[in-house]
Every structure is written in structure tokens, then in C-alpha cells.
């Protein structure tokens, strides 16, 4: 089956760096991926979706400086979290689907997720 | 706009005993309807999913789902649960009109008890 590789599993960054995460779509080539966020014992939140050669579309109230998203080819996804604070200590999970059309079973793939604790 | 609650946040239940996870949507046009699994520091991998003709959805792991468009709902089943069920669930909605972004539920916690 499809696969979705997330890099790293787990960081732990000091507070002002910057940190990476990247997102591979290992067997399938991905158009479009989702970055969420996802908060102890809660759900997922979209953060942003990332299309390959183009500018990522964010949602309400997610600052575009801070989380860079950078779709530079169709099996690669990056999410940058830039000048971390602890309050962006959370779990990063990272999705891609296939195609675009959700009708012709097309469903969406997601990695393992990054841990990230900002100290 | 469209949304998920999931009615139950923690289900515990008895390995080999039946499990119902209660999914309602909200939504103004048609839908697309997931089930999603969770377990610790992991990613969600896809149990099944509605997208058209037969309201009764087999998917993997022996769960199914029924979709009922009048009461919009998507309730997750399995007959039998084994302690390995033990995670968390995710009932998901998207739409062409949403343009094909998934809207999560809250989450049920599933905790199989020997």
C-alpha cells in the first residue's frame, strides 16, 4: 500500500532554533499534502495544505512566517517551524494523497507523525 | 461548513464484547465519510471509508461502518474487539465543496479490557 515517510519521529529543540520536518510520499507521487497538528488527547488540526510548485494555502489563524511549508517536488513536503516556542511543542503529522479527486479512491495517507518539545 | 462530533470520548469494553463508536456530521452537501485509527505516537491509518453506493462499509481489522443520511451518521462497529483494538478513533468528513479537506471528530478513546 501507499506509504507516507516522516522525518524525524521525535526533536527536541531549544527554544529560538528552527526545526525541519519533512514529509516523503515514498511509492506514489503526492500533489497535494496536509500538514496538521495535534494537541495531547485531542484531534487533528489542519494547518496548512501544500501543493507541489506552488505557495501553501493556510487556515484561519495559522501564521504563514512562522510554520514555512515548502512543496518542492511531488514526493516531498517540508514543514519548517521556524524560532520555536514552547507552545509549539505539539505532534506533527503529515498527509498526501495521490490525486485529487476523492471519488476515485483516492484516500489520504498519513506518516507517523514528528513529536516535537520545544525546551 | 462542515463538522464531526464524535459522542463518546473514552468507550472502555471487554475483549471479545461488541464496540459502537457513535460519529454525527454536519454538512450542507454531499459527503465523504472516514474512519481513521490512532495508535500512541503514531499517524492515522484508514480503517474505511464512505464515498458512495452501499451504505454499509466493510474495512479492515473486521470494522464496519453504516452511513444513515438522515440522522447523518456514521457509526463504527466490530463485533468482537480484541485487546490489540486498544487506540484511538477518528471519524473524519470532506467534500468537493470543502474542497476535499478533511474535518476531524474529537476522537474516541477505545480501551479493550481482558
Known amino acids: 500500500g501507499a506509504v507516507v515517510s516522516q522525518h524525524p519521529s521525535w526533536v527536541i529543540c531549544k527554544s529560538g532554533t528552527s526545526v525541519k520536518i519533512e514529509c516523503r510520499s515514498l511509492?506514489?507521487?503526492?500533489?497535494?499534502m496536509f500538514w496538521y497538528r495535534q494537541f495531547p488527547k485531542q484531534s487533528l488540526m489542519l494547518m496548512a495544505t501544500?501543493?507541489?510548485?506552488?505557495?501553501?494555502?493556510?487556515e484561519q489563524g495559522v501564521e504563514k512566517d512562522k510554520f514555512l511549508i515548502n512543496h518542492a517536488s511531488l514526493t516531498l513536503s517540508t514543514l519548517t517551524v521556524t524560532s520555536a516556542h514552547p507552545e509549539d511543542s505539539s505532534f506533527y503529522i503529515c498527509s498526501a494523497r495521490a490525486s485529487s479527486g476523492v471519488g476515485n479512491n483516492s484516500p489520504l495517507h498519513f506518516g507517523n507523525g514528528t513529536r516535537l518539545t520545544v525546551t | 461548513a462542515q463538522s464531526v462530533t464524535q459522542l463518546d470520548s473514552q468507550v472502555p469494553v471487554f475483549e471479545e464484547a461488541p464496540v459502537e463508536l457513535r460519529c454525527n456530521y454536519s454538512s450542507s452537501v454531499s459527503v465523504y465519510l472516514f474512519w481513521y485509527v490512532q495508535y500512541p505516537n503514531q499517524g492515522l491509518q484508514l480503517l474505511l471509508k464512505y464515498l458512495s453506493g452501499s451504505t454499509l462499509v466493510k474495512g479492515i481489522n473486521g470494522f464496519e461502518a453504516e452511513f444513515n443520511k438522515s440522522q447523518t451518521s456514521f457509526h463504527l462497529r466490530k463485533p468482537s474487539v480484541h485487546i490489540s483494538d486498544t487506540a484511538e478513533y477518528f471519524c473524519a468528513v470532506t467534500s468537493k465543496a470543502a474542497g476535499n479537506k478533511l474535518t476531524f471528530g474529537g476522537g474516541t478513546r477505545v480501551l479493550v479490557k481482558p
Open positions: 511509492d506514489f507521487q503526492a500533489t497535494t
Open positions: 501544500s501543493n507541489e510548485g506552488s505557495k501553501a494555502t493556510y
